[in-house]
């Protein structure tokens, strides 16, 4: 366990956290009630429903993630293909670079 020094800056940085994400619900809804009813002839939203907004946008697109919370699925991969392609031929590696290309292309 932390010493209590730590804790209050843990409790500091999560209640900044929270200040922060409640900050850019306000900023999203001006920004939207600034320029959607205007553009698109669409009512204006609440607070409430600028949040609601933001979490629906949460699950349907996936964004406003942290990178960091995926470093180590990535650097998992890195490994796993490096791994792989040092038991490669160089016309194996040549084909495994084509074929990831071809996909890369086709998503």
Known sequence: MGSPKQIGKGIGLGLLMVVTFLALVYVFQYIWNLTIPVVFGLKEVTYCQALGLIAISRILIGGFGFRWANA?????????????MQHMSP?????????????????
Do not use: P, T, Y
């Open 72 to 84: 180590g699925k990535q650097k998992f991969w890195r490994e796993r293909v490096k791994m792989r």
């Open 91 to 107: 016309e194996e590696k040549e084909e495994f670079k084509r074929k990831l290309s071809q996909k890369c292309k086709e998503w």
